[in-house]
């Protein structure tokens, strides 16, 4: 069984629409609902526009797990690196790291 060559001109329309829902939903701070009316109103039925609004929804989301564990990990790491320079005697007290690298480090826990 052959596969289907994909057509070019609809696959452009898709993704003018994932693009303007984007838009919408990251930059403007749509509600969901406000973005699937607005779909609606640009002719999507009612599971195209909701479909397309859940599926930028759950990438949303793992963008944002992805930022709040490399916050997790990059505060943690400046808190313990700043702990183990101070205890380490160097002659300096490396508060900045330590106190910068907690906030990082529950920022990140906080948004994930």
């Known amino acids: 069984m052959e596969a289907l060559p994909t057509d070019a001109g609809q696959q452009a329309a898709v993704n003018e629409i994932y ?6 939903l990251v930059r403007d701070k749509r509600s969901n609902e406000d973005v699937v009316a607005l779909l ?18 759950m990438e949303i989301d793992k963008g944002k797990k992805a930022r709040a564990h490399k ?3 990059y505060g943690g790491l400046w808190c313990v690196g700043g702990t183990i320079a101070t ?3 160097i002659g300096f007290i490396f508060w ?17």
Not at 19 to 24: G, K, M, P, V, W
Not at 43 to 56: F, Q
Not at 96 to 112: E, P, R
């Open 96 to 112: 900045g790291a330590i106190v910068f690298g907690g906030i990082q480090f529950f920022k990140g826990l906080i948004n994930l």
């Open 40 to 57: 609606k109103g640009r002719g999507l039925d009612d599971d195209s526009a909701n479909t397309v609004v859940n599926n930028l929804q």
């Open 71 to 73: 916050d997790m990990l």
């Open 19 to 24: 693009q303007y829902a984007a838009n919408l």
């Open 87 to 89: 205890l380490s005697h």
